[in-house]
């Protein structure tokens, strides 16, 4: 019994504060998730992970960034989503004939799958508020399917700083068992 209480005297402080400064990490400073669908191809793959830097408030976000935020569909509650960043607050944004407007200036998109088949818009994002959508337009279901398009600055989770392809994790893109 006593090499057992050794052991817990010694190591477990040592366990506990590595414990706590892990949840910490996680919970406020960044992330590692696992991407579930196609609505980002061809930037992001089915089950690609992303690393997510959490610290918002010291963050500038920026149009064309990848974030994960909560959507604003109800039947979606607690699933996180990323997509990316198209319209910050008081942008005003228009999809016409498959091209993105923003502020009524054309916006080149080399990262899109496939010009969008669809028209939306025109739209402003209010204060506070953000608009996003899919690189995989017509497959993805983001703002410009959602009955309130905007997405609320609170339900923000972080920006994407890294993105680990499937198949250089797994090789020939796939996984373990």
């Known amino acids: 019994m006593e090499p057992v209480k050794r052991f817990l005297k010694t190591w477990m402080p040592s366990l506990v504060i590595a414990l ?5 990490i996680r919970t406020y400073v960044v992330e590692a998730m696992v991407v579930p669908t196609g609505s980002m191809i061809p930037t992001i793959q089915i089950k690609d992970r992303v690393v997510v830097e959490k610290l918002l408030p010291m963050t500038n976000l ?3 960034d990848k974030i994960v935020f909560y959507p604003p569909v109800e039947e979606e ?3 996180r989503y990323v997509k990316r960043l198209i319209g910050l ?3 005003t944004i228009q999809i016409k004939e498959g091209v993105l407007y923003r502020n009524e200036e054309r916006v080149e998109e080399p990262y899109i799958k496939e010009p969008m088949s669809y028209d ?4 402003q994002v209010p ?8 690189d995989n337009r017509n497959q993805s279901y983001d703002a410009h399917l959602w009955a309130t398009p905007f997405v609320d600055e609170e339900d923000l989770i972080g920006k994407v700083i890294l993105t680990l392809p499937t198949h250089l994790i797994f090789g020939n893109g796939e996984e373990s068992r």
């Open 120 to 123: 939306f818009g025109p739209i």
């Open 62 to 64: 920026r149009h064309g």
């Open 89 to 91: 607050p008081g942008d």
């Open 127 to 134: 204060d506070k508020q953000y608009f996003f959508l899919g």
């Open 20 to 24: 706590v400064c892990s949840l910490l």
């Open 77 to 79: 509650a607690g699933k």
